[in-house]
């Protein structure tokens, strides 16, 4: 994985848009992996956020690349394991949780405390939510499987009802 900043120029990217049990949900890809999920309730929000970090991305239909249809798939089954390519792009230390995140099993949840003591950051509990925040492939690197100490379900870019219904489809009731 390359670390790099936003927004950054893709030599191919494309993006579909389909229809999930969360809404409307946009995916892209690079050439080397998934660089972009996002779920909301506006399409055309979704797409202008897309199209700002990733500037000249094509639309395709969702069923026209395996790649980008396997994720969309991923989106409805967030305990299953996919193993799909991702192209992230971020600091260092966002690369390192996000690293962190995807050895969070399904069906379990961890404190941002806990992730920052194991990304060897212990008081940094803060900024390794705002890493969360930054996480350009939600869902697939599974933010939504991290909570506050207080047991509370803490921040979700996707919004608190979707982080809820994705740990219920892992099997965890909060």
């Known amino acids: 994985m390359k670390s790099q900043s ?3 120029l893709l030599q191919r990217s494309e993006f579909a848009v389909a229809g999930t049990g969360f809404g ?4 892209a890809a690079s050439a080397r992996g998934l660089c972009w999920l996002a779920l909301g309730d506006d399409r055309g929000a979704l797409v202008a956020g897309l199209l700002r970090r990733f500037p000249g991305a094509a639309e395709v239909p969702p069923v026209a690349g395996g790649l980008l249809r396997r994720a969309l798939a991923a989106v ?5 394991r996919h193993d799909l390519p991702l192209d992230l792009r ?3 230390f966002q690369m390192q949780v996000w690293a962190e995140l995807q050895r969070i099993p399904a069906g379990s949840v961890i404190t ?3 992730l920052a003591r194991r990304v060897g950051r212990p008081r940094a509990y803060r900024a390794v939510a705002q890493a969360c925040g ?4 939600g869902v697939l690197v599974p933010c939504h499987r991290v909570i506050a100490s207080d047991g509370n379900l803490g921040g979700f870019g996707f919004g608190l009802a979707r982080k809820l219904e994705l740990l219920r489809r ?3 009731r909060l």
């Open 6 to 8: 936003a927004p950054y």
């Open 24 to 27: 409307p949900c946009v995916v």
């Open 76 to 80: 409805g089954d967030p305990a299953g």
């Open 90 to 92: 971020g600091t260092p």
């Open 112 to 114: 941002y405390a806990e």
């Open 134 to 137: 930054a996480n350009p492939v």
């Open 170 to 172: 892992e099997g965890l």
